[in-house]
């Protein structure tokens, strides 16, 4: 049974941890010192960070791991229900599943928080420390999510095909930092994010991105590569 002190130590970390999320998604990692997220927590042991993390690197460490963990958790419950209907049959609903779980991570449902445009920065900053963390362990549904899209795409030669897949994946971590920003504190341009369709034609977007046509310049090049 967790005592009084462990339950007050589990919420000062969870405040240290979103402090330094919302300040490292505005100005980076590199941006923002300790003594600038225990300050924004309103703590008064300046050394709380230190205490509960031991250094600045580990706290960075350990925001990866949460989102990460929680985005790969939803894709694959997502892919592992469609897969027990026999699916997904079509590259849509595989889109899908890689947008919606990246949307929606504050801790009331629907509600957005940091963490995309703390990864994005990130990715930015730090690309071989996000690396280091994922190692293949927190993108597993991602992953599969790219094996349904090269057996649903057969027409686009496999490397137009790769670099798609990048350019897709670099699109959407920056279109959802857009978004996540805009729900932020009611910033401007919400309202373009709420409108109805506005998810929807990003689903559209993307899939374009990825069977939009080929120019015969671009597959001549392929093929001589």
């Known amino acids: 049974m967790a005592t009084k002190s462990s339950l007050r130590g589990d ?11 919302r300040l490292f998604a505005l100005r980076g990692v590199h941006g923002v010192t300790t003594r600038e997220i225990v300050a ?40 592992d229900a469609l897969e027990g209907e026999g699916g997904p049959t079509c590259l849509r609903d595989v889109i899908a599943i890689l947008v919606w779980p990246a949307a929606g991570l504050g801790e009331a449902p629907g509600e957005e928080d940091s963490y995309i445009r703390f990864i994005t920065n990130l990715g930015l ?21 790219l094996d349904h899209i090269r057996r649903l795409v057969d027409h686009v030669p496999p490397t137009l095909l790769r670099q798609r897949l990048v350019f897709m994946s670099l699109g959407l971590r920056a279109i959802m930092a857009a978004r996540e920003a805009a729900l932020d504190h009611r910033r401007e341009h919400r309202h ?15 899939e374009a991105m990825i069977v939009g046509p080929i120019s015969n310049e671009t597959a001549r090049k392929a093929l001589a590569g």
């Open 11 to 21: 919420a000062t970390r969870e405040v240290i941890k979103l402090a330094a999320r």
């Open 40 to 79: 924004q927590t309103g703590q008064k042991n300046g050394g709380s960070l230190h205490y509960y993390f031991r250094t600045k690197d580990a706290l960075v460490r350990e925001l990866i791991v949460d989102g990460a963990r929680l985005i790969d958790d939803r894709r694959n419950q997502a892919l």
């Open 125 to 145: 900053q730090e690309r071989e420390l996000l690396d280091e963390v994922l190692a293949g362990r927190w993108n597993s549904g991602y992953q599969r999510c």
């Open 192 to 206: 373009f994010w709420t409108a109805p369709e506005t998810m929807d034609n990003l689903l559209d977007t993307l």
